[in-house]
C-alpha cells in the first residue's frame, strides 16, 4: 500500500512514466541470490534521498527498503541510464501537448562543492576547493533539455557543442520530432567566434553576449529563466553538495532532479 508521502514523492502519474524504464528482477536459474522488492518503493526512496539531501545511511525504514538495496538499484539504474531515459520520456510528453518553446535555447551553468570523485575539480569560485559544475540547456521558457556534469575548472564554453549535440529528438504537437532551437541564448562565458561560427553551420542563430560591448542588464531579460532553472533544480538538497564518489551517480541524480521539474510542468 501507498502511503501518502510516497504519493506525494511519486505521484501514479509519474510512476507510470517511470515504471516500464526500470529493468526487472531476473531470476537466476542456479538459484538463491537477493529476492526481489518493491520497484516502487525503491524508487520512491530515491527520490527522498535527492528531495531531502539525506545521507543513504539516514533513510527512513517507513519506505520498507533496506539502505544497501536502496543504493544498489540507485546505482545500477544510474549506470543504465533510468533517469536520464526518464528525463527525455517526460519531454516527449510535454512536446506532444505543446509545452515546449523552440523559439530559443538557454545555456547556463553553476558550481557546487563536491567532496571527492570523478568529474570534479578546483573551483575557480571557491578558493580552488574541488568542486563540480552543472550545466543545463532549456527551451525559451526555462525547462531543461539537457543537463550534464563536468569539474569545477571547466570552462563553460567547452560544454557548449555537447550540449547541444545532446539535445533529444523530442515529439512535437505536429509534425516531426524537433531537436534543434532557433537561437541559442548565452552569457558573455560562451563569448568566441568559433561557437558562433558551429551554430550558424548547424542553423541555429547565436544571441551570445559580447564581452565589453553588452550590458549585464540587457541580457538579464532572458536570463532570469535559466537561472530560475538552475535554482530549481539545486532546490533538490542532494545536489546542493555532491557527496556522490562515481560522476555516473551524480548525473543521475541530476537527470533525476531534471525528470522531476519537467514533470512538475507536464502535470499543472
Same mark, same amino acid.
Given at each position: 500500500?501507498?502511503?501518502?508521502?510516497?504519493?506525494?514523492?511519486?505521484?501514479?502519474?509519474?510512476?507510470?512514466?517511470?515504471?516500464?524504464?526500470?529493468?526487472?528482477?531476473?531470476?537466476?536459474?542456479?538459484?538463491? $541470490?537477493?529476492?526481489?522488492?518493491?520497484?516502487?518503493?525503491?524508487?520512491?526512496?530515491?527520490?527522498?534521498?535527492?528531495?531531502?539531501?539525506?545521507?543513504?545511511?539516514?533513510?527512513?525504514?517507513?519506505?520498507?527498503?533496506?539502505?544497501?538495496?536502496?543504493?544498489?538499484?540507485?546505482?545500477?539504474?544510474?549506470?543504465?541510464?533510468?533517469?536520464?531515459?526518464?528525463?527525455?520520456?517526460?519531454?516527449?510528453?510535454?512536446?506532444?501537448?505543446?509545452?515546449?518553446?523552440?523559439?530559443?535555447?538557454?545555456?547556463?551553468?553553476?558550481?557546487?562543492?563536491?567532496?571527492? $570523485?570523478?568529474?570534479? $575539480?578546483?573551483?575557480?569560485?571557491?578558493? #580552488?576547493?574541488?568542486?563540480?559544475?552543472?550545466?543545463?540547456?532549456?527551451?525559451?521558457?526555462?525547462?531543461?533539455? @539537457?543537463?550534464? @556534469?563536468?569539474?569545477?575548472?571547466?570552462?563553460?564554453?567547452?560544454?557548449?557543442?555537447?550540449? @547541444?549535440?545532446?539535445?533529444?529528438?523530442?515529439?512535437?504537437?505536429? #509534425?516531426?520530432?524537433?531537436?534543434?532551437?532557433?537561437?541559442?541564448?548565452?552569457?558573455? #562565458?560562451?563569448?568566441?567566434?568559433?561557437?558562433?561560427?558551429?551554430?550558424?553551420?548547424?542553423?541555429?542563430?547565436?544571441?551570445?553576449?559580447?564581452?565589453?560591448?553588452?550590458?549585464?542588464?540587457?541580457? $538579464?531579460?532572458?536570463?532570469?529563466?535559466?537561472?530560475?532553472?538552475?535554482?530549481?533544480?539545486?532546490?533538490?538538497?542532494?545536489?546542493?553538495?555532491?557527496?556522490?564518489?562515481?560522476?555516473?551517480?551524480? @548525473?543521475?541524480?541530476?537527470?533525476?532532479?531534471?525528470?522531476?521539474?519537467?514533470?512538475?510542468?507536464?502535470?499543472?
Amino acid at each position: 500500500m501507498v502511503d501518502e508521502l510516497s504519493l506525494r514523492l511519486v505521484p501514479d502519474a509519474l510512476w507510470e512514466i517511470a515504471e516500464p524504464l526500470i529493468p526487472r528482477f531476473g531470476v537466476r536459474p542456479q538459484g538463491g $541470490g537477493t529476492a526481489p522488492v518493491d520497484t516502487r518503493a525503491v524508487f520512491t526512496a530515491i527520490v527522498f534521498v535527492l528531495t531531502s539531501g539525506c545521507a543513504w545511511r539516514h533513510l527512513p525504514p517507513s519506505f520498507g527498503v533496506t539502505v544497501p538495496t536502496a543504493h544498489r538499484r540507485f546505482a545500477a539504474w544510474a549506470e543504465a541510464d533510468v533517469f536520464g531515459r526518464l528525463h527525455r520520456e517526460v519531454l516527449d510528453r510535454l512536446g506532444s501537448t505543446g509545452e515546449l518553446d523552440w523559439s530559443a535555447a538557454i545555456l547556463d551553468a553553476a558550481s557546487v562543492r563536491a567532496k571527492r $570523485g570523478t568529474l570534479t $575539480g578546483p573551483s575557480p569560485v571557491d578558493r #580552488g576547493k574541488k568542486g563540480s559544475k552543472i550545466h543545463v540547456l532549456s527551451d525559451a521558457e526555462g525547462i531543461p533539455l @539537457v543537463v550534464d @556534469v563536468s569539474g569545477a575548472n571547466a570552462h563553460d564554453s567547452t560544454m557548449l557543442q555537447k550540449m @547541444v549535440t545532446s539535445i533529444p529528438a523530442i515529439r512535437s504537437r505536429r #509534425g516531426p520530432r524537433r531537436r534543434k532551437p532557433k537561437k541559442l541564448r548565452a552569457d558573455k #562565458g560562451y563569448d568566441y567566434d568559433k561557437l558562433r561560427r558551429w551554430l550558424r553551420e548547424q542553423n541555429i542563430v547565436p544571441r551570445i553576449a559580447r564581452r565589453g560591448i553588452e550590458r549585464n542588464d540587457r541580457l $538579464g531579460r532572458h536570463r532570469w529563466k535559466i537561472e530560475r532553472t538552475i535554482a530549481w533544480l539545486t532546490g533538490y538538497r542532494r545536489l546542493t553538495i555532491r557527496y556522490e564518489r562515481h560522476g555516473e551517480h551524480f @548525473v543521475g541524480f541530476l537527470h533525476l532532479a531534471a525528470a522531476l521539474t519537467c514533470f512538475k510542468k507536464l502535470s499543472t
